[in-house]
Nanobody, 127 residues
């Protein structure tokens, strides 16, 4: 049985910061690529930032580059997304996912490539 749980979302003013966490049970982060996806109302789910099995390669979407940073702690089976300089357009439900495909850091890949998903944590950025 695999369980993925996100936490750390909330309401923050533009320019503020949040740190999202993702923990998993029933799988080892060493065996999966991990990613953060987000979905806003009326938009498709998109990859925000993903990291390889070893943590040696990562992708960050252009829209958040320089503001967001992904990291993982395989020993703790924990994934993080540090979100700084938040903007209202960052408002979305953020999901943690584990998958077996890795695209060399060029992008996260399609959501369908990811096997396990958390239930999401809401991030709302006010202006």
């Amino acid at each position: 049985q695999v369980q993925v749980v996100e936490s750390g979302g909330g309401l923050v003013q533009a320019g503020g910061s949040l740190r999202l966490s993702c923990t998993a049970s029933g799988l080892s982060f060493e065996d999966y690529a991990m990613g953060w996806f987000r979905q806003a109302p009326g938009k498709e789910r998109e990859g925000v930032s993903c990291i390889s099995w070893s943590g040696g390669s990562a992708y960050v979407a252009d829209s958040v580059e320089g503001r967001f940073a992904i990291s993982k702690d395989n020993a703790k089976n924990t994934l993080y997304l540090q979100m700084n300089s938040l903007k209202p357009e960052d408002t979305a439900m953020y999901y943690c996912a584990a998958g077996s495909a890795w695209y060399g850091g060029s992008w996260c890949g399609p959501p369908n490539d990811y096997n396990y998903w958390g239930q999401g944590t809401q991030v709302t950025v006010s202006s």
